[in-house]
């Protein structure tokens, strides 16, 4: 069993989530694990496979209740996906569970051929994604995957920002019939603002909600001095960073959760940058090939020119320590935000 995660949040952080109403959820790893066992316990095709890891995934109460809908592969990430593609060929419903780091680097082309290639409808659920396993290191760390399967055709990769992104990631993913790719990390999450719905812009200033889409954007704050755009867990640092940033200095930054990388949802990135004096992405993964460069080359193709940052892990082997102590080396916190934004704004 993984060990509880290490609080995200400095002392000031909390104090901005209690001025913004944010109440602490779960981690939706947690929340993965709910979600799934009820749609099984309604759909006697859906299988989950796992490869040693019904205990980090949460999921001893899906094998407790359903132990004919569970199948465990062992510690074979390459047999978990090639097992997977072939019970989804045959109409299952199935979900490939394994750490992030494991499932998309060792499982490679598993994942392009017998998933992608073959359009087999497998979710993949990667766990402990991002830098979650913390101090053990490099090796543990998914900072590869948005980069490796945004190369691979027909996958759509799902990052939730808190647990009802989470709940509405893992319906539409299993409805969805082709190939997904979600992520999930273990720390407890703040339920985010407007947490039900996505927004549409009605006029100038006003939205309306849109139910939970695939590819479709969250609008969680307003603003035009310039834009926090995020995905996964780094959405609620941005978010505390955009109110910091308000309360301190008096500038408005809109805030945009990308819970789907890819399809990127790409009106909503060119309208922000449109509207807005500057960028900043905000991705748990290393700066190369993820988030911050899908937007970046949507931007630069569109002609639209802003200062523009990424905000990720650098090109080099991370720091030693939790997630809590990654995020605050590399400024992936509210302050680090606040700060990288300030620097933008002024330069």
Known sequence: MSAPAAPMHSPLAREVAAGLSLKLGRANLEEFSDSVLGLARNDPRLLVVTSDSRGSGKLAPFAAAL??????????????????????????????????????????????????????????????????????????????????????????????????????????????????YLRFGKAPL??????????ERVGDNAFHPLPFALGAARQLRPGTDGAFLATGETVVHALLASA???????????????????????????????????????????????????????????????????????????VTGSQADIFGHYGLTMEGLAQTMRALLKG
């Open 244 to 318: 910091y940033l308000e309360s301190q200095y008096g500038v408005k930054i809109r805030v945009l959760s990308l819970p789907t990388v890819k399809p990127l949802d790409a009106a909503a990135v060119l309208r922000a940058a449109r509207e807005c004096g500057a960028v900043v992405t905000v991705e748990e993964h290393m700066v190369n090939g993820g988030l911050g460069e899908a937007c970046a080359g949507l931007l630069a193709e569109a002609g639209v020119g802003r200062p523009f940052k990424i905000a990720g892990i650098p090109d080099e082997y991370t």
């Open 190 to 199: 703040y339920h985010l603002p407007e947490s039900g719905p996505a927004l």
């Open 67 to 180: 132990p004919r809908q569970l199948v465990e592969v062992g510690i074979a990430e390459q047999n978990l996906v090639g097992v997977a593609a072939g019970l989804a060929s045959t109409g299952r419903a199935v979900f490939a569970v394994s750490p992030a780091c494991f499932l998309t680097a060792r499982s490679f082309e598993q994942i392009k051929n017998d998933v992608c290639y073959s359009d087999n409808a497998v979710v993949l659920v990667g766990i402990s994604a991002g830098v979650s396993y913390g101090a053990l290191g490099t090796t543990h760390h998914s900072l590869h995957d948005f980069a490796a399967l945004r190369a691979v055709n027909n996958i759509t990769i799902v990052a939730p920002a808190d647990n009802y992104e989470t709940r509405e990631a893992v319906v539409a993913a299993s409805a969805a019939r082709r190939p997904v």
